[in-house]
């Protein structure tokens, strides 16, 4: 019998299931869809060791006043989707005053992220997928001479406070460096250590073939139709009901929307991200950040893909246009882009707490449920992590 159910297979519920069974449990794995199909496929797909700290919310007046306007496109909203975000925005902004954040929230968060290679590591070899990964870091890069010597500075702090490697460039070593670029730039930080995988859905489906191969179960199903059943749990599946004794809920963004029928209220940051793939015959030799004007450059499998930042609202906002139409022409400006490879824009949605670390452990509301979501805007990153971190909580199984 499954004594474990994990619902959602991206890459948190993938890596959990992995986990657990890594200890022993019988573990079934239950989507609506194939693996890895959401946010885990259409994110930049890096797994970024430099990412020592989470995103905080800007809290200077002048960024500020300028997301207020809609004058930034790594951050933007609609009046529409106002209702749904101030709240849990207000509660980000307090988490992220600087006192609190440095000593509550930065060194969980950096303790994961040093892990993260590590986990992701073993996965990728004992699921053979080093063909999808490169390990050269990248780059972000900035147009102004202000927006380079603010990032010089935080380099020069991350590497003293946590170790990490990065590489200052001039605009003319950027230039010798990335060949095809077609403007001249201030300078870029070179984020060594970080790895890039070339097609993060992939990813996520190796990770479950080898979920798969060690005899783990993965089904079609609903996980809306959970529901209790004495003292376990029951889900439907395609293949008909599944009980088990305890669920964990890894569902990303449409986590809270679950736990609000189990006495759970869940105040979630959704940023929707978009993305494009262009076919390009001289794109970027690595994946490129375009910080000030919130664009990711990122050569995928499937052409190179063009990110946004993040647009705030509701997880079923309509989707719009405007924050990738300007977050192409940023990269046109960069690069000479092909077509557009066919297809609508991707939409996905960052599934961010207000507290920025993911929410790992027991529900404690109701036995044998629990949770590992909320991984914000390094979930891909984080998967393996937190899916052992919860696996050591959960323990190994009862011997009866
Ligand atoms: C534009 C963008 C760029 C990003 N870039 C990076 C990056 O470079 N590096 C990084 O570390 N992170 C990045 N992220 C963040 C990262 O993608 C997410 O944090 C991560 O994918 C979350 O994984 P997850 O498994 O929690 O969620 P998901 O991958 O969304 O998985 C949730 C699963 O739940 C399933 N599900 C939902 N509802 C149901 C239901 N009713 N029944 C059954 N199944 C259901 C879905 O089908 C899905 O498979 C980015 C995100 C975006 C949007």
């Not at 293949?239 to 986590?255: D, F, K, M, Q, Y």
């Amino acid at each position: 019998m499954t004594e474990i159910i994990v619902l959602g297979a991206g890459m948190v519920g993938v890596s959990t299931a992995l986990a657990l069974q890594e200890q022993g449990h019988t573990v079934t794995l239950l989507d609506h869809r194939g693996p890895g199909e959401e946010t885990s496929h259409g994110n930049a797909g890096m797994i970024q060791a430099e990412a020592m700290e989470p995103y905080p919310l800007p809290l200077d007046p002048g960024t500020v006043l300028a997301i207020a306007m809609g004058r930034t496109n790594d951050v933007a909203w609609r009046l529409s989707g106002l209702p749904h975000f101030l709240g849990p925005v207000l509660r980000y902004a307090r988490n992220s005053m600087p006192k609190g954040y440095r000593a509550n929230v930065v060194p969980e968060w950096a303790g994961m992220i040093r892990r993260a290679q590590d986990d992701h590591g073993k996965l990728i070899a004992a699921a053979g997928a080093d063909d999808l990964i490169a390990r050269q870091g990248f780059r972000k890069v900035y147009r102004t001479a202000k927006g380079f010597d603010a990032a010089a500075a935080t380099a020069e702090r991350y590497r003293a406070e946590h170790g990490v490697p990065s590489i200052l460039m001039d605009g003319r070593q950027v230039a010798e460096a990335e060949p095809a670029l077609r403007k001249t730039l201030a300078g870029a930080v070179h984020w060594t250590s970080s790895w890039a995988c070339r097609d993060p859905g992939g990813l996520v489906r190796r990770y479950a073939d080898l979920f798969m191969a060690r005899r783990g179960s993965l089904v079609l199903g609903d996980a809306m139709s959970l529901e209790r059943t004495g003292a376990g749990w029951k889900v439907q599946s395609h293949n008909g009901p599944i009980t088990a004794e305890r669920v964990v809920v890894c569902l990303g963004p449409w986590s809270p929307a679950l736990l609000a029928r189990f006495g759970h209220t869940i105040p979630m940051v959704f940023k929707r991200g978009y993305h494009r793939h262009f076919r390009v015959e001289n794109g970027p030799k690595l994946p490129m950040m375009d910080v000030e004007m919130g664009t990711f450059l990122s050569p995928m499998v499937a052409g190179l893909r063009v990110l946004t930042g993040a647009e705030l609202g509701p997880l079923d906002m309509p989707p719009g246009t405007r924050q990738i139409d300007r977050s192409t022409a940023a990269a046109r400006e960069l690069f000479a882009l092909g077509d557009k490879v066919e297809g609508p824009d991707w939409v996905g949605t960052r599934p961010c707490l207000p507290g920025m670390l993911p929410m790992i452990g027991p529900s404690a509301k109701q036995d044998g449920l629990w949770f590992n979501f909320g991984h914000g805007h390094q979930g891909f990153t984080l998967g393996p992590t937190t899916a052992r971190l919860l696996a050591e909580r959960m323990g190994a199984p009862v011997s009866r």
